[in-house]
């Protein structure tokens, strides 16, 4: 079956660095995507990645092993905004996206 | 960027009446449209897909009869609750799909938040 797994919560200090890890069993794969989602709001697009390594977008980073089935988004000094749940989702062969629970990520000062 | 915008943003209705939530993609065509709905702390459950034109797929669980789709152009896609119940209530978001670059990423909407009293 598919899968997608990702802890549940993790907690951070504002300024560390963190990283989210997120491992998948897809039927297919067509990139494995990031999302930033806020308590009431729909999750916004923070990466996509494809090909195996690491992807950097600011502070924001993430990173794909495909033979693996793996990958992290890596945050860096952290803002107390970042608080918020973080998804993962990988794209199968028939280009569904297949979601994890997400990972609420908890800043404090 | 893509925007896809959802009316209503919120709505309250009496327990046994409809509601009808539209989904539109207002700068692209979408060639898929999803609806997912969210209960709260807990994750997407996609709810159905649907292709313009077509009729939407629905993923198990997920009445067919209860929750009508349409998709009727490559810019509009409607979710009608029927007869909604308490347990309805639920923050709905639709998302579209679009090739972009070679690959398909999904756009979401702000959501509509359903409260059925």
């Known amino acids: 079956g598919q899968n997608i797994d990702q802890p549940t919560e993790m907690t951070a200090t504002e300024g560390a660095i963190v990283q989210i890890n997120c491992t998948y069993q897809?039927?297919?794969?067509?990139?494995l995507f990031w999302y930033q989602q806020h308590a009431g709001e729909a999750p916004t697009f923070l990466s996509y990645?494809?090909l195996d390594g690491l992807e950097e977008k600011g502070r924001f980073s993430s990173f794909l092993s495909r033979s693996k089935g793996y990958s992290y988004l890596l945050l860096k000094e952290l803002q107390m905004k970042d608080s918020a749940s973080y998804l993962c989702?990988?794209?199968?062969?028939?280009?569904?996206?297949?979601w994890g629970a997400g990972t609420k990520l908890i800043i404090k000062p | 960027g893509a925007v896809v915008s959802q009316h209503p943003s919120w709505v309250i209705c009496k327990s046994g009446t409809s509601v009808k939530i539209e989904c539109r993609s207002l700068d692209f065509q979408a060639t898929t449209m999803f609806w997912y709905r969210q209960f709260p702390k807990q994750s997407l459950m996609l709810m159905a897909t649907s292709n313009e034109g077509s009729k939407a797929t629905y993923e198990q669980g997920v009445e067919k009869d209860k929750f009508l789709i349409n998709h009727a152009s490559l810019t509009l896609s409607t979710l009608t609750v029927t007869s909604a119940h308490p347990e309805d209530s639920s923050f709905y978001i639709c998302?579209?799909?679009?090739?972009?670059?070679?690959?398909?990423?999904?756009?979401f909407g702000p959501g509509t938040r359903l409260t059925v009293t």
């Open positions: 989702a990988a794209m199968d062969s028939n280009y569904q996206l297949i």
């Open positions: 897809t039927s297919g794969f067509n990139g």
């Open positions: 998302s579209a799909s679009s090739e972009r670059e070679g690959y398909y990423e999904q756009y």
């Open positions: 990645n494809v």
